[in-house]
C-alpha cells in the first residue's frame, strides 16, 4: 500500500491518533496516492496494529476530505473532482485580485525584503539534491505577497484556498519548479514597481497554470478515475 513502515507506538498516545497522523503524513507526502485503496486489513498489518484504528484514523480522514469511502471499493484516496478545483482557481484570482490592490500601496521595503527571502529560500530548495516541502515554502512566499494588504482574515481564506488540497504545492512545484519560480521573481519584481496592472495579470496566469498542472498531474495518478474527476 505505500506506508514506508511499522509504527513505534507512544503508548501514552491512542493508537488510531498515531494511525491517523501517520496515513495523513503518507497522503501529504504523495506515498498513498489519489484514488489509491486503504485496505484496512494491509494497513493494520503494516502499522503493526489492529484494523480498530485504522477504521477510526480512516473515518478521521474521510471527515477532512482526505479520503473517501466507495460502493464496493472501501475507503481510497480522495481524488479531487474537476468542479472543485475550478471552484478554487476562481475563488483564488478574485481574493487575490483584492488583495494584490490594498498590497501594492501598502507595502513596505522592508516586507519587500522578507518575500525576497523566502523567494530566494525556495530557489535554493527547487535546486536542491533534495528538494522536500516546497508546498510549504511556497505556501509562505503566497501568504507574504498578499499580507501587505493588512487585512488577516482576507489572508487566512487566500492562504485556505491555496491549502486546500494536501499535496498540491509539492506536486506543482515538482513537476513546473523553474517556471514556477520564474513567475514568482516576476510577481515580486511588479510588486516592488508597485505595478498593479502587471502584479494582477502575472498573479493570474500563475494561478491558472497551477491549477492546470495540478489537474494533469492527478489524471496521471488516476487514469481510471470517471468522468466526475479531475481526468475529466
Known amino acids: 500500500m505505500g506506508v ?47 484494523r480498530m484504528p485504522v477504521r477510526e484514523a480512516l473515518q478521521r480522514l474521510a471527515k477532512e476530505g482526505l479520503v473517501e469511502f466507495q460502493p464496493h471499493r472501501g475507503a481510497v484516496v480522495r481524488q479531487p473532482v474537476l468542479q ?9 484570482v478574485i481574493l487575490q485580485r483584492t488583495a494584490l490592490e490594498l498590497a501594492v500601496t501598502r507595502v513596505t521595503d522592508a516586507e519587500i525584503e522578507a518575500i525576497e527571502g523566502i523567494h530566494n529560500a525556495l530557489v535554493r530548495k527547487v535546486q536542491s539534491d533534495r528538494p522536500s516541502d516546497l508546498g510549504v515554502l511556497n505556501r509562505r512566499f503566497h501568504r507574504a505577497l498578499v499580507q ?34 520564474a513567475e514568482h521573481e516576476a510577481m515580486l519584481e511588479a510588486l516592488r514597481a508597485r505595478d498593479l496592472p ?11 497554470k497551477a491549477a492546470m498542472e495540478f489537474l494533469v498531474a492527478m489524471k496521471e495518478c488516476s487514469p481510471e478515475s470517471g468522468d466526475d474527476r479531475v481526468a475529466g
Open 4 to 50: 514506508p513502515r511499522s509504527l513505534s507506538v507512544a503508548r501514552y498516545r491512542p493508537l488510531s491518533e498515531v494511525v491517523y497522523e501517520e496515513l495523513r503524513q503518507a497522503i501529504c507526502a504523495g506515498v498513498l496516492k489519489p484514488g489509491e485503496r486503504l485496505r484496512q486489513e494491509d494497513l493494520a498489518s503494516q502499522l503493526g496494529v489492529s
Open 84 to 92: 472543485e478545483v475550478q471552484e478554487v482557481h476562481d475563488a483564488l
Open 148 to 181: 501587505p494588504c493588512r487585512l488577516p482574515k482576507l489572508v487566512e481564506c487566500i492562504e485556505s484556498l491555496w491549502d486546500w488540497h494536501p499535496q498540491a504545492g509539492d506536486i506543482i512545484l515538482s513537476r513546473r519548479g523553474a517556471e514556477a519560480i
Open 198 to 208: 502587471r502584479l494582477h495579470s502575472l498573479a493570474e496566469e500563475h494561478v491558472r
